[in-house]
Structure formats: structure tokens, C-alpha cells
């Protein structure tokens, strides 16, 4: 137990498992952020043992990826258990940032905790980026190709950065070197702000569904919440594993099964799934450097969410009028992704442009909006 005391990391693990006080009523909603924390050990395990038998060279890389699938021992199942781990982990963290939203816990005391977990989820998307383009595929190569030449919108610097990170005047060998070499350093930094997170949430203590600070019903997170967190997670791998050994290919696109050649433009190029909100967001402006920062803003914007809400109450629970708001927003983020999968053509760009307003609207008209509403009638009604 001396240990424990003395040594700063153990000392969290002891406060975690043995003596961190959790409010009693939290329900599931709080084992997303536990969950995120599995996803990305296995991302971790399964990416380490893939990297052992993957070769970073534009000749051989896509058939390194056969050689693991065909060769190596149980490769399949550890290159779809890595593959569909992606959007495993995108999904929980998905729906850790609706709980989140829903229940307003970025607010005071909890703003580092927020905004150390959206700095993890823009890490999630350069580490998932770059993992798309490894494979070497058809949808690699040409999704590498549109991303990077996005930054050539940027004034001034913008060629410069390009060049940099093709590490030449095309999409090539050294792209896939950096690709690979970051793609390997960036799970490790994310586990470090996880566990920044983590350490943040201790000090600030867990929210709850009814947003009230509570001192005495709480109840130490083992064994009680472990054993609701293991329920969770029975139910997860239970979702993940018909993914791996019935619908592994279900996630990813047909395209990327054909070797990357840079002579042959696919007819439509697309990112992973996650992407594709943000993706409508940068095709439905014309614009391409607006285009470019309306979708860096699409996800930045997460960062604002502790100053736009004003409202004096927490919880979406006792907000009647924010609560159908916030399922509207998810309505128009599933839509997004919809557009971000289609063409660019009408009616699809006028409806990613449509849903792109409302989007952006949603944080900065109705959050606030809504808070200030909300804090008058209650106004009104004490008065």
C-alpha cells in the first residue's frame, strides 16, 4: 500500500479501483469512456503485431497486407480485428461525445476533461486517416491524394506543407513512410491524453445524469461500477465480434481491395465512414479554402462548447427544449454522413450545404439561444 502512495501513477490506479467515489445513478452512458479505453488497447495490441509483418514500400505494401491475411498466423483475424476496431472506437467515442452534449458535462468544474477528450478525438482522426492510406489501395492511395491537397489552400505556406508531407511533388514512397511512422506514434500519444483524461476526471470528479454535485450518494467505483462496466463491455465484444467473423468487409469499401494505381482515378472517392460529416461539410462549400476551414471548425468547434452554454441547468433531462434539439443534431450528423457518401452533384450539394448551416447552427444559435430561453422563463417562473 506504501507503494501506492508513493508512486504517482499507481496512486491513481489505487483512487480508481479502490477509494474514487461514483454517484450512484449514473446509468450506462457513463461505460463509454471505460470502453474507449479497451478499444484503444486493442488498437494498440493488434497495431503493434500488424507492424511486424507490414512493409511501409509502395511495391509491396498492399501485398504485405495479403501476405498477413493469407501467411501469417491467425493475420485475418488480427488485421480485421484491427480494421473494424477503427470504427468500434469511433462509435464509442461517438456516442461518449453525444452523453456528453446531452448532459452538459463540459461544464464547470469539467472543461479540461472536455477539451483534452476533443484533442484525443482530433488524434483519433490523424491516426484513422493515416491507417486508411497504409493498405495502398485504390481508395488509399486517391483518398491520401484529395486529403493532403487540401492543405494547399492554406495561404502562403500551404505548398510548402504538402510538400512536406508527401515528402515530394506526389503521393509516393516517402508519403507512406511518414504515414506509417506517424500512424505508429500517434496511438501512443492518445494513450498518454487518455490518461490525462483520466488523471483530470479524478481531480474534477464524475458528472451525472441529474447535473447535481453529489457529496455523500456515491458509492467506490470497484466493485460496483466495474461489474456494470464489465456488462458493457460483454455486450460490446459480443457487437464487435459479429463485425470480425461474419461482415468484416461491411465497413470498409470495394475499392481498396484493388492496388493502389496512380494512373487510375477511382469514379468516386470517399474517406472511412467517420469522416464523411465533415467530409459533406469541406465538398459543400465551393470555396476551397473555406471549404477547408468549415470542416477544421466542424470538429474545433467542440472545444467552444463550455462558453456557448449558458444555461443554469445541466442536465438535458429537465431541459424540455433542448432535449428534441439535441436528437435534431444527431439526425443532421447522420445525414451529413449520408451526403459525404454521395456524389457531388444536385441534389446532394445543396443538401450538404442545406445541413452544413445547421449544423454549425446548432452550436452557435441554438445552444446558447436555448440556455438563454431556458434561463429566463425559469426566471419566470421563481418570480
Known amino acids: 500500500m506504501r507503494l501506492f502512495k508513493t ?39 493488434t497495431g503493434i503485431i500488424l507492424a511486424m509483418h507490414y512493409t511501409p ?34 462509435i464509442v467515442v461517438y456516442l461518449h461525445i453525444f452523453r456528453g452534449i446531452y448532459y452538459s458535462s463540459y461544464l464547470y468544474p469539467r472543461e479540461m476533461v472536455w477539451n483534452t477528450g476533443v484533442v484525443i478525438y482530433i488524434l483519433m482522426m490523424a491516426a484513422g486517416f493515416m491507417g486508411y492510406v497504409l493498405p495502398w489501395g485504390q481508395m488509399s492511395l486517391w483518398g491520401a491524394t484529395v486529403i493532403t491537397n487540401m492543405f494547399s489552400a492554406i495561404p502562403v505556406v500551404g505548398k510548402y506543407v504538402v510538400t512536406l508531407l508527401w515528402g515530394g511533388f506526389s503521393v509516393d514512397n516517402a508519403t507512406l513512410n511518414r504515414f506509417f511512422s506517424l500512424h505508429y506514434l500517434i496511438p501512443f500519444i492518445i494513450a498518454a491524453m487518455a490518461s490525462l483524461h483520466v488523471v483530470l476526471k479524478q481531480i474534477d470528479g464524475s458528472s451525472n445524469p ?6 455523500h450518494d456515491t458509492l467506490q ?36 481491395y484493388i492496388p493502389g494505381n496512380p494512373m487510375v482515378t477511382p469514379p468516386h472517392i470517399v474517406p472511412e465512414w467517420y469522416f464523411l460529416p465533415f467530409y459533406a461539410i469541406l465538398r459543400s462549400i465551393p470555396n476551397k479554402l473555406a471549404g477547408v476551414i468549415a470542416m477544421v471548425a466542424g470538429f474545433s468547434i467542440l472545444f467552444a462548447l463550455p462558453f456557448l ?30 451526403i459525404g457518401g454521395e456524389l457531388v452533384e444536385t441534389p446532394y450539394l445543396e443538401l450538404g450545404q442545406i445541413f452544413t448551416v445547421l449544423y ?24
Open 7 to 45: 508512486n504517482p501513477v499507481l496512486s491513481v490506479v489505487e483512487k480508481m479501483l479502490g477509494t474514487y467515489m461514483c454517484p450512484t445513478i449514473i446509468s450506462y452512458w457513463w461505460s463509454f469512456g471505460s470502453l474507449a479505453a479497451i478499444c484503444l488497447g486493442v488498437q494498440l495490441v
Open 57 to 90: 514500400h509502395i511495391d509491396y505494401a498492399f501485398l504485405s497486407i495479403e501476405h498477413i491475411m493469407r501467411d501469417v498466423n491467425y493475420g485475418w483475424f488480427l488485421r480485421y480485428t484491427h480494421a473494424n476496431g477503427a470504427s468500434m472506437f469511433f
Open 210 to 215: 441529474i447535473g447535481v454535485q453529489l457529496n
Open 221 to 256: 467505483f470497484h466493485p460496483y461500477f466495474t461489474f456494470k462496466d464489465f456488462f458493457v463491455f460483454v455486450l460490446f465484444f459480443m457487437f464487435f465480434s459479429c463485425f470480425i467473423f461474419f461482415y468484416p468487409n461491411i465497413l470498409g469499401h470495394s475499392d481498396n
Open 309 to 338: 452554454n449558458q444555461s443554469r441547468i445541466r442536465s438535458g433531462w429537465f431541459r424540455p427544449i433542448f432535449k428534441p434539439f439535441v436528437w435534431l443534431f444527431v439526425a443532421i450528423w447522420f445525414i451529413l454522413g449520408w
Open 360 to 383: 454549425f447552427a446548432f452550436f452557435i444559435v441554438i445552444i446558447p439561444g436555448v440556455s438563454r430561453l431556458e434561463n429566463y422563463l425559469n426566471e419566470l417562473e421563481i418570480s
